[in-house]
């Protein structure tokens, strides 16, 4: 708890306690996460709000996000090079089950000149997601800076196709909350954690209408839970993905997906 009013006094009272600090401090007493007092955390160098209480991004998530923006930095510069004046376009990605934003807000920032729309079917992170988006955005006038927010249960109101798809999408089985920490359970969205019984119901849905999204050579990165790997690998394979890669976060557990057909 010492290390955590440390990093409240700093983070939101800029080291002079208030009267709402102490306040703060029963808020914690209380199990409500760290990063929902403070009102923010860090994300790839991102500012994310978390004002209207989305999943708060979890580290294993901004790693993996970042492996997979270092894996296509590269080849995105070659290919947009390689084309001829007629030929270039931008490169367009989709955020999807998006929650604060913080994916394809990070994929905005981290990455000039790429579009990126952002779906997700809860209506409250519409509204997270827009702050995040303002919160942001370099200038008004920033004409790199581009993205739709659309509310969409999955793929439903998604109308173009994408050069690259992330997806985080709810995947803890339900017959596990038992299993889940208290405060994670009291204070966070229970949409954006759990994905049915089997915590599978997101990923089926999404794997089998995704390829439908992808443009060719295009690729999907996906987050899941690590005991889940044996069957997610069983569901790309019934929905005839060609090309898979299984790769794991900081801490060594199997964390996400690559793949393309």
């Not at 929650?99 to 209506?123: Q, T």
């Not at 249960?153 to 798809?165: A, G, P, Q, S």
């Amino acid at each position: 708890m010492e290390k955590e009013l440390g990093w409240l006094l700093k983070e939101k009272y800029f080291g002079r306690p208030t009267k709402q600090f102490y306040k703060d401090i029963k808020r914690l007493n209380g199990a409500e996460p760290l990063d929902y007092v403070i009102g923010f955390t860090e994300f790839l160098s991102c500012k994310i709000d978390l004002s209207k209480r989305p999943l708060i991004p979890r580290p294993e998530t901004e790693f993996w996000v970042d492996q997979a923006i270092k894996s296509i930095v590269r080849p995105v510069v070659k290919s947009a090079l390689s084309r001829t004046f007629h030929d270039r376009r931008k490169i367009r990605a989709l955020d999807i089950f998006c929650g604060s934003g913080c994916i394809g807000i990070a994929l905005l920032k981290n990455m000039p000149g790429l579009l990126c729309d952002m779906a997700d079917n809860d209506k409250n992170a519409i509204a997270q997601i827009k702050i995040n988006y303002k919160l942001n955005q370099p200038s008004p006038e920033a004409s790199a800076w581009r993205s739709k927010i659309i509310k969409s249960d999955v793929f439903k109101n998604i109308r173009n196709k994408y050069d690259y798809i992330f997806a985080n999408p709810p995947y803890i089985p339900t017959t596990q909350k038992n299993k889940i920490q208290k405060s994670v359970l009291k204070f966070e969205p229970s949409q954006a954690l759990f994905g049915g019984a089997d915590g599978l119901f997101y990923i089926k849905k999404f794997l089998k209408e995704a390829k439908k999204y992808l443009n060719p050579d295009g690729k999907i990165f996906m987050e899941f839970s690590p005991d889940q790997k044996a069957v997610v690998k069983e569901i790309i394979l019934k929905n005839k993905y060609s090309n898979y890669k299984f790769n794991k976060d900081q801490y060594g557990k199997w964390r996400w997906i690559e793949l393309g057909f």
